[in-house]
Nanobody, 120 residues
């Protein structure tokens, strides 16, 4: 495993969580890094991505204004601050590293996922 995602848990609707994704064995500072999520019975969905050059960030429509992606180059770690969580945000959240894009296909490295459950 080269990317370790953590920070998931159970939270009530309207609450917040912060996910982290750190590498093991190598740094990913020259890669775009992203978060995707997959809910039971649904396809994997793009959440957010951040470039390595200038930290430009892009978000999926369903999380704009509520989630913020950031990265710490010194720790080679990315974060996903999730505010105003909704039950529909419940999913397994994956971090990924690779080219900058909204499609899962441009990312070469994936973490194991961390589960976020939002209760109503």
């Amino acid at each position: 495993v080269q990317l370790q995602a953590s920070g998931g848990g159970l939270v009530q609707a309207g609450g917040s969580l912060r996910l982290s994704c750190a590498p093991s064995g190598r740094a990913f500072n020259r890669y775009a890094m992203a978060w995707f999520r997959q809910a039971p019975g649904k396809e994997r969905e793009f959440v957010a991505t951040i470039s390595w050059e200038d930290r430009s960030a892009y978000y999926g429509d369903s999380v704009k204004g509520r989630f913020t992606i950031s990265r710490d180059y010194a720790k080679s770690t990315i974060y996903l601050q999730m505010n105003d969580l909704k039950p529909e945000d419940t999913a397994l959240y994956y971090c990924a590293a690779g080219g900058l894009g909204l499609s899962a296909g441009v990312y070469d490295y994936w973490g194991q996922g961390t589960l976020v459950t939002v209760s109503s």
